[in-house]
């Protein structure tokens, strides 16, 4: 079983979409997130829609507590 970890988005979609483009060629069905989603790209909403439609498992990075609290 192949799983893609990713990490570091900070909230940049352009480079996401690329990046599950690629996870997605590679036939690669489990994808695991070990934070920070957002952060300093202007789209976060869209990243984090993103993770939740392709059921990725994502862990909250330091960048994500500090949105949340």
Known sequence: MKIAL???IHANLEAFEEVLKD???R???NILCAGDIVGFGAN??????LVKDNNI???KGNFD???IT
């Open 65 to 67: 507590v500090d949105v």
């Open 44 to 49: 976060p909403n869209e990243c984090c829609k």
């Open 23 to 25: 996870i997605k060629k």
């Open 6 to 8: 990713i990490s570091d």
């Open 27 to 29: 036939n690669i069905k």
């Open 57 to 59: 498992v994502s862990v």
